[in-house]
């Protein structure tokens, strides 16, 4: 990590305990680093394995990561200017077509991203895009269902990593193709909520194309002394800026060459 730990043991404990209530009691929180304004990005990532360590001790299973703010519209709208990563567990998972609930949630949103299965274990650092393909068992389309605990939606990326990048349940389905098939930085993708169109993109929205952010990812895990395993499944970004849902609301995304993923919101 090119930053350096701020935060004590005892901050960290802390830290990861005020976020694990937030997230797993759906309520907001003010950002981390109004409290620790000095908090670094490697602070984040502290908290972050903190939470990972407390999750997996409570039985959650690691089924993979996630990239996240990897697109231009996705900084923007949220005000940082670099990437994160988070972890995936079988919590988070639900089925295409699943009726998903809000009231375990602060305030979902939903966004577009192609998903990678890995077929060989990855490590950084230097990992690159071609490393990505050769190593990419098939891709996927996705739709991530994010939910910050902080306020507002308001955050810095040191809070926002120490949330696990807001990572909260996600879909995955339509067809699954091998990235021979296709070219990954074309696909278009188009994002319906209840039959009317609410966004749209192209995946080289995501660092230009989405194998690069699963190279940062493997990268930013090296950093923190991790490997992407074989089998994982990982979120390369959204495409899109994301969109807020409410109950009632019914949502498909619909991506070129990799089919359609549907789901409902109670
Ligand atoms: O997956 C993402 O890009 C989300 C990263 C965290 C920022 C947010 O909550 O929008
Ligand atoms: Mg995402």
New binding site residues.
């Given amino acids: 990590m090119s930053q350096n730990l701020t935060l004590s043991r005892e901050d960290i404990v802390r830290l990861c305990e005020r976020v694990e209530g937030a997230q797993t009691r759906a309520y907001a929180i003010p950002k981390l680093t109004d409290e620790y304004p000095a908090m670094t990005i490697a602070d984040g990532y502290a908290v972050q394995s903190e939470l990972r360590r407390r999750y997996l001790a409570q039985g959650h299973r690691l089924v993979g990561w996630?990239a996240?703010?990897?697109s231009k519209a996705?900084m923007k709208?949220?005000g940082v200017d670099v990437p994160?990563i988070g972890f995936l567990t079988d919590r988070m998972a639900r089925p295409e077509n699943a009726a998903i609930s809000t009231g375990d949630l602060v305030h979902p949103?939903v966004?577009c991203e192609v998903a990678f299965v890995m077929k060989r274990e990855l490590r950084g650092p230097g990992c690159t895009a071609a490393d990505v393909l050769a190593a990419t068992d098939y891709v996927l389309p996705a739709v991530?269902i994010?939910d910050?605990r902080f306020a507002g939606?308001k955050f810095d990326l040191p809070s926002?990593i120490a949330d696990n990048?807001?990572s909260a349940r996600f879909v995955g389905g339509g067809r699954a193709r091998y990235v021979e098939e296709l070219d990954l930085r074309t696909l278009g993708v188009v994002l319906e909520k209840n039959g009317e169109i609410v966004a749209m993109g192209a995946s080289a929205a995501v660092l230009g194309h989405p194998a690069e952010a699963i190279a940062m990812l493997v990268n930013i895990l090296a950093d923190l002394g991790e490997t992407l395993p074989a089998g994982s499944f990982v979120m390369s970004?959204?495409i899109t800026e994301?969109i807020a849902v409410q109950p009632g609301d019914s949502v498909v995304a619909r991506f070129q060459e990799l089919g359609s993923v549907s789901m409902r919101f109670v």
């Fill in positions: 996630k996240g703010l990897t996705k709208q949220m994160s949103r966004e991530e994010i910050s939606f926002v990048g807001s970004g959204g994301a």
